[in-house]
C-alpha cells in the first residue's frame, strides 16, 4: 500500500499547491497531517524547494513542516536535519484484516453531527477554535462516522474511509471516563463490518502503546512508520 498518498487523500488539506512532485499542504494550521509537505519526488534544486515550501507556510503565518514518511524523497530526512528541522510526532502505520461485527448500539452517519465532532474534539482537539477547519478536514471525502451513545452522548467515536480495497481508520477517540469498557473496540468493529470487511489501516501515534496494544489484538501489525520535520522556530 501506498501509506503517504492513502492518508494524504483520507484527510484531504483543503488548499494544495504543487511544486516539482511535492504537494505544499495547509487547512487552517489544524493537525500536522493536513498542514505539511508531501515530498514524494527529487525536485530539480532542492535547496530552491524548500525554499519555496518555506515561503508558503510563511505567508500563511505557519511553521514550515515536512512529512517524513516510507515515500518520501531519498535525502531530504538528513537535509532537513541538517537545516535545523526537529523531529515532530513519531507515527506507527499500523495495517491489516481486523475482525468486523455490526454492533446495533453502535451509530453510523455519513456525515459527523455536533455529539460526535464534540466528542472527537474534545479528546482530539488540540486547538480551541478550530474545530470548524477540522470539520471541513473530516468531510472533503466521503467517510462514515461512527459513535457509541448513552443516553444521546457519544462515549466513543470514530470515523472510516472507503479508499479502492482498503479502509482509513481515522479520529478514535474514547471520553477519559468511558473508558477501559471496550468501546473502542466496538466501534472499530462496526465500521469495519459496515464497510464489508478487508483490509484496513491506521495510524497511531508512537508513544500511544495503549492503542497499538488494542489496534494488535484486532489484528493489525505495524507496516511502516513516519515523522514530521518541523522548522526551527
Not at 454492533?103 to 455529539?115: L, N, S
Not at 461512527?146 to 474511509?161: C, M
Request: aromatic share 10%.
Amino acid at each position: 500500500m501506498d501509506f503517504d498518498l492513502l492518508v494524504h487523500q483520507a484527510w484531504p488539506a483543503y488548499e494544495v499547491r504543487a511544486y516539482e512532485g511535492w504537494l505544499l499542504r495547509y487547512a487552517g494550521g489544524i493537525t500536522k497531517r493536513a498542514n505539511s509537505v508531501l515530498a514524494l519526488e527529487r525536485p530539480s534544486d532542492l535547496g530552491r524547494a524548500i525554499g519555496a515550501a518555506e515561503d508558503f507556510y510563511r505567508e500563511r503565518g505557519q511553521r514550515c513542516v515536512f512529512s517524513v514518511g516510507p515515500g518520501t524523497m531519498p535525502g531530504l530526512d538528513e537535509e532537513l536535519e541538517r537545516r535545523g528541522y526537529e523531529v515532530v510526532d513519531p507515527t506507527v502505520i499500523m495495517s491489516g484484516r481486523p475482525k468486523g461485527e455490526p454492533a446495533p448500539e453502535v451509530r453510523i452517519e455519513e456525515r459527523p453531527w455536533p455529539g460526535w465532532l464534540e466528542t472527537w474534539w474534545s479528546v482530539d482537539g488540540r486547538y480551541a477554535a478550530g474545530i470548524v477547519a477540522a470539520e471541513r478536514i473530516c468531510t472533503g471525502v466521503p467517510a462514515w462516522y461512527a459513535a457509541y451513545e448513552e443516553g444521546g452522548r457519544a462515549l466513543a467515536v470514530g470515523r472510516a474511509v472507503p479508499q479502492g480495497e482498503t479502509l482509513g481508520v481515522y479520529c478514535m477517540a474514547t471520553l477519559p471516563e468511558a473508558r477501559r469498557r471496550g468501546l473502542a473496540r466496538t466501534v472499530l468493529r462496526a465500521l469495519v463490518a459496515h464497510a464489508g470487511g478487508g483490509p484496513a489501516y491506521l495510524v497511531v501515534t508512537e508513544r500511544n502503546e495503549g492503542a497499538q496494544t488494542l489496534y494488535r489484538g484486532e489484528g493489525f501489525t505495524a507496516a511502516g512508520r513516519y515523522h514530521y520535520r518541523a522548522a526551527p522556530s
